[in-house]
């Protein structure tokens, strides 16, 4: 009898464990992958994809409006139907999960629909059945859950973003504790929806770490788009009556709600997986310690993704098992750079983002060059709206390097994508000035922002 049953056994079927398994597999491996819930993962089932299609749905309500300064009469005011919206991102995830279970089966991946956990350094036990599998190898994938905090008495009473999605109807209000990328991509969807929209947090702004005029600008965005904010602000109670949920305010207030969505972040899904038992090493967060080629302190034991709390986006749980497959399978060691990631917030507006903000630019570098310009987008002229795009490139003094660039604005996703190629690549401040703009478009201020907006010495 062989040693082992599979060279390769991968726990989770999402971003970052789907591609580990197909790109093994590619090199001849024969590996198996088990996953509890749904093919796709967090991503596609409950996360990146569902609420990209919700954010589609909420921009209507701004077209709708904006329509009437380009010369359209909308006869009747447009209905919106919730669960028309629910069926028809359900449709969508379970083509996209049937997809990546036809991709991992065509590259002969063992697909089996069940928990597995870690009985020691090469055994997997699945739950349906108890059988035990012999790995060569063992890759956790199994992604992160929400953070149930603040621990507060009637937190039982919140949902989390993995119940938002379904919910059998849109909430009248909803209260929103936190202030990251969950928090303000729900409170602006929802509230182009017809939610009232309150947001609670600890920090005095919404999305620490991000640029602090890009902070700022969404979060004047929402307050116009009807959000209320408490800000150092954090419900001590809640409880839940006929009519709502009632929270109970840290500043002594209260409110009555419909809904009340928990966004105080995610935590690495270690729990109960066994890996205590095997020896492998968790920091204090519960996320799996791992090295530079995501290998444990077991050896035949590697993790990737957001188990790992490297740095917790989709694209880069992706670049993390695809590297993981390179190394142990196709010996080509590969590291994955954490560095200047692109990255997206899918508000309206949107932010797009990579590198250094201008404080983290500040904190590391001797001079610091900014360039930065505030103005309406072409589209909002003829509809009225008083929205502003802000553009912010921040340059290292000395050498000309741009260090980071952020967006506030329509599609500044998109452009966040393609800036991120230019900030890989060390492109210079001069490179943008000698590249040709686009005409007419947000994006041309990018190559034509000359004038200089603050220097800044250590
Ligand atoms: P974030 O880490 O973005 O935000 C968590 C929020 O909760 C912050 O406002 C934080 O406050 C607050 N918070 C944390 N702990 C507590 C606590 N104990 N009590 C009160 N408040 C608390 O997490 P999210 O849940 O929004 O998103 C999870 C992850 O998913 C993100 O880190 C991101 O990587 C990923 N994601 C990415 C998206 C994208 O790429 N567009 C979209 C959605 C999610 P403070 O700021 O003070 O720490």
Redesign the pocket.
Known sequence: MAEFDVDLFVIGAGSGGVRAARIAAGYGAKVMIAEEFRVGGTCVIR??VP?KLYAYASRFADDFEDAAGYGWTIPQKPIFDWRSLVEAKEREITRLSGIYRANLERAGVLVEETRATIEDANTIRLSEGGRLIRARTILVATG?T??L???IPGLQFAIS?NEIFDLERLPKSILI?????????FASLLARLGVQVTMC???DN????FDEDMRTGLRDALTHCGVTFHFST?PTRIEKGLNGKRAFFSNGTEGLYDEVLL????KPHTKGLGLGKAGVALDESGAIKVDEYSQSSVPSIYAVG?VTNR????PVAIREGHAFADTVFGNKPVIVSHKKVP????TTPEIGTVGLSELAARQSHDIVDIYQTSFRPMKAVLSGRTEKTIMKIVVDGKTDSVLGVHILGHEAGEMAQLLGIAVHMGAKKADFDATMAVHPTAAEELVTLRTRSARHSR
């Open positions: 996360g990146c609420k992160a929400p953070m905090e603040p621990d973003s504790i936190g202030g990251g990328y969950i928090a303000v991509e947090m600890r920090a919404i999305l620490r770490g954090l966004a105080t972040g995610r957001d740095l917790n986006l989709t990255t997206a917030v899918f």
